[in-house]
């Protein structure tokens, strides 16, 4: 099991940065990947940027070079670094764990926390 508390949403002009952090709790070592995803009202949920065990890392399209994903191990935190932030970025974010072995994968989200992109 692996809880998700997820931080740092809010309203933001275009333009404007902010800075999600998302930290896992309870069996952290099987974890696979960290991942964010957002969902846009009427819009299916969509995955925005992953990093992997090795550090890999894996953006959509529309957020490359606007958003970096990164994680401090030590804390078991995922952050997702957003900057030229658009009207088309509002959404409610979620954070997402696949944990698990080679055998199995188990996923776990985050409460989502909203961020609205307006002037």
């Known amino acids: 099991q692996v809880q998700l508390v997820e931080s740092g949403g809010g309203l933001v002009q275009p333009g404007g940065s902010l800075r999600l952090s998302c930290a896992a709790d309870g069996s952290v070592d099987r974890i696979k990947s960290m991942n964010w995803y957002r969902q846009a009202p009427g819009k299916q949920r969509e995955l925005v940027a992953r990093?992997?065990?090795?550090?890999?890392?894996n953006y959509a399209d529309s957020v490359k070079g606007r958003f970096t994903i990164s994680r401090d191990t030590a804390k078991n935190t995922v952050y997702l670094q957003m900057i030229s932030l658009k009207p088309g970025d509002t959404a409610v974010y979620y954070c997402?764990?696949?944990?698990?072995?080679?055998?199995?994968?188990?996923?776990?989200w985050g409460q989502g926390t909203q961020v609205t992109v307006s002037s």
């Open positions: 997402n764990v696949q944990h698990g072995t080679p055998f199995y994968t188990n996923t776990y």
């Open positions: 990093i992997a065990r090795n550090g890999s890392t």
